[in-house]
């Protein structure tokens, strides 16, 4: 990816993006139906989808709650 491609993807911001603050908020609820179905849970938050596919910090907080839930149990 040259520089003026990753700038243009760095600025380019889904409408259906929810953002930080709401994805914080729902990251859970999300996480706990991503866990048993990934795609019911892109289907029922559109927009928390399309922030964690454009924030890559969201996107690891999310990978740790799904982690911690299907993790192993003792």
Do not use: K, W
């Not at 380019?12 to 179905?37: P, R």
């Not at 938050?45 to 996107?59: D, I, N, T, W």
């Amino acid at each position: 990816m040259n520089d003026m491609s990753a700038l243009d993807h760095f600025l380019h911001t889904d409408a259906q993006d929810v953002g930080c603050g709401q994805a914080m908020e729902m990251l859970h609820v999300y996480a706990e139906l991503a866990a048993t179905n990934a795609e019911a849970a892109e289907a029922r938050y559109p927009g928390l989808a399309a922030h964690l596919r454009a924030c890559g910090p969201c996107e690891e907080d999310l990978e740790g709650l799904l982690a911690a839930i299907t993790g192993p149990r003792l």
